[in-house]
Nanobody, 128 residues
């Protein structure tokens, strides 16, 4: 089983920072990819930042230079440090995980369809 629990969302003014956390508290799988996605009402879920089991990272253009993804394997935790937040960053942020063995390769790690397991999300609201 996999249980992803996000935390760290909240309300912040533009230019501020937030750090999101995702803890995998029940996983019996080895992680292939893990990452952060976001979604606003009426729009598709979009990839923000993802990390492979080898530690390679991929960022959406909107996140480059402002966000940083990291992990702590000892805690089974994934983080997203978000700096210089903008009003357009307002969204529900989700943690996702794809385990090893579920697919031969990742076609596009920033696509939400590539991921099997999801958390419930944490809301980020940035006011201008």
């Amino acid at each position: 089983a996999v249980q992803l629990v996000e935390s760290g969302g909240g309300s912040v003014q533009a230019g501020g920072s937030l750090r999101l956390s995702c803890k995998d508290s029940a996983s019996t799988y080895s992680t292939y990819y893990m990452g952060w996605f976001r979604q606003t009402t009426g729009k598709e879920r979009e990839g923000v930042a993802v990390m492979s089991s080898a530690g390679s990272t991929i960022y959406a253009d909107s996140a480059k230079g402002r966000f940083a993804i990291s992990r702590d394997n000892s805690k089974n935790a994934l983080y997203l440090q978000m700096n210089s937040l903008k009003s357009e960053d307002t969204a529900m942020y989700y943690c996702a995980m794809e385990p090893w063995g579920s697919r031969p390769t990742m076609q596009n790690p920033l696509m939400s369809s590539e991921y099997t397991f999801w958390g419930q999300g944490t809301q980020v609201t940035v006011s201008s």
